[in-house]
Each structure stands twice: as structure tokens, then as C-alpha cells.
């Protein structure tokens, strides 16, 4: 089992930033590719990054590219999101998701086996 609990969310405003955090705890870290996903409320959860073992290779979503980027540290086994120009559209639960392969597939829910409980962010305009 990987335990994922993640932190840094909160309320800020249009074209501000913010950086979560997931930690993982249980399981080597690095044996696990790390993703984030977002849900908004009425929506489905929709990918927003991913990034492989060693952090070499990383995914995006369009409507976050050039805006957000993840990071990984594995001697902290903690994955970063960093978040800057927030929209109101940004709005949503974001979680953090563990997995064991990586390659296009990991843009998808099921390709992660643990999840964290999720961190709201909320972007005022």
C-alpha cells in the first residue's frame, strides 16, 4: 500500500499562485510514476500532470502547459505542483496519483493504483 496525503491548497486569487504537495509514504518511492488530477465540482477528474520515477520525463494537459509544472523529490518522496497564473477555471479538488508504468497512458485515471484524499484550491476572479 502507498499512503498519499496532499497539502498546499487554499483560496487565492486570479494570476496568483500556489504549490502543492504530495507525500507518499509505505512503498519505495521511486517505483511509482506520480500524477496529478484535478475535479471540479459537476465534472469529471481530468488529468493535469504527470511525471515518470526519476523525473525525466513529465506530462501536461494543454490547459495547464506553460502554467503549471510538476517536480518530484525523491530523497523527500514528495511530488510537487507548482501552479502560477491561476484561473477561476483552475478551480477544483486536486489529488495526486501513484502508478507503475509510464507512457501515454499515464494521462489516464486508471493507469494509478493509490490516491491521495485531494487539496482544494479555489481561484477568485
Known amino acids: 500500500q502507498v499512503q498519499l496525503v496532499e497539502s498546499g491548497g487554499g483560496l487565492v486569487q486570479a494570476g496568483s499562485s500556489l504549490r502543492l504537495s504530495c507525500t507518499a509514504s509505505g512503498r519505495t518511492f521511486t517505483d511509482y510514476v506520480m500524477g496529478w488530477f484535478r475535479q471540479a465540482p459537476g465534472k469529471e477528474r481530468e488529468f493535469v500532470a504527470a511525471?515518470?520515477?526519476?523525473?525525466?520525463?513529465?506530462y501536461y494537459s494543454d490547459s495547464v502547459k506553460g502554467r503549471f509544472a510538476i517536480a518530484r523529490d525523491n530523497a523527500k518522496n514528495t511530488v510537487l505542483l507548482h501552479m502560477n497564473s491561476l484561473k477561476p477555471e483552475d478551480t477544483a479538488v486536486y489529488y495526486c496519483g501513484a502508478g507503475t508504468s509510464w507512457g501515454a497512458n499515464s494521462r489516464k485515471i486508471s493507469a494509478y493504483d493509490y490516491w491521495g484524499q485531494g487539496t482544494q484550491v479555489t481561484v477568485s476572479s
Open positions: 511525471i515518470s520515477w526519476n523525473g525525466g520525463s513529465v
